[in-house]
């Protein structure tokens, strides 16, 4: 079985034309800026300078920084996307940083609690249908109803999802009923963990600033 998904895997990167750390160049590293504690940028940069690239054959940056628990509940402690670009078929390696640095530094990495592009959302699906169970670890939050536990820990916004946000009703914070009742399928409303199996992989091409 673990064979047979490895060989699917292969094939939709390959299909998709998604890249892995064997295809960056010599003269490009993938660089982690936290900017303070409670975000942190991912981003392709000139292997002598550390300038992020913009432009050019490759490109990409993923940002990512701590939720309010306030407006999205606590969501089991996972950091979210806030931000994210990336030349065709180079997203991916980005996000495998991403997720590993957010299990390392917090309870894993979900999408952003309100808008998910397209290219995005392929991500979230790739990960749930054909990376689960296989070096990444995929786990259902509960929405801010309590519908799936009795736990607050693992409540979450799941806006993306279709299912239940918080919105204000006479200066009070209440969770409305989801759009989508198939909101828990969806790969946006879970969170992922995965070690730092890509990090070890890129060795000196990984330089945090």
């Not at 079985?1 to 299909?15: D, F, P, V």
Request: net charge negative.
């Amino acid at each position: 079985m673990k064979l047979l998904r490895e060989t699917i895997r292969r094939l939709i990167l390959e299909g998709d034309g998604m890249k892995t750390s064997a295809d960056l160049p010599e003269d490009v590293v993938i660089a982690i800026k936290q900017q303070d504690e409670y975000q942190a940028h991912f981003y392709y940069a000139d292997a002598e300078t550390y300038e992020e690239l913009f432009v050019g054959p490759l490109y990409g940056s993923v940002q990512i920084y701590e939720p309010k628990v306030e407006l999205t509940g606590n969501c089991s402690g996972a950091w979210m996307v806030g931000g994210s670009e990336a030349k065709s078929g180079w997203g991916p390696l980005l996000y495998d940083i991403a997720i590993e640095w957010a299990t390392q530094n917090a309870g894993g990495l979900m999408s952003d609690r309100g808008t998910v592009s397209a290219s995005a959302r392929k991500v979230w699906q790739y990960y749930q249908d054909v990376r689960a169970n296989d070096d990444v670890q995929v786990h259902q939050l509960d929405d801010l109803r309590n519908t799936l536990t009795d736990e607050e820990k693992d409540n979450c916004d799941h806006t993306p999802a279709g299912g239940s946000y918080y919105k204000y009703v006479r200066n009070e914070t209440v969770p409305t009923e989801p759009k989508n009742p198939d909101w828990q399928n969806s790969p946006l409303s879970k969170r992922y963990t995965k070690a730092p199996t890509t990090m070890d992989e890129l060795g000196d091409k990984l330089v945090r600033l």
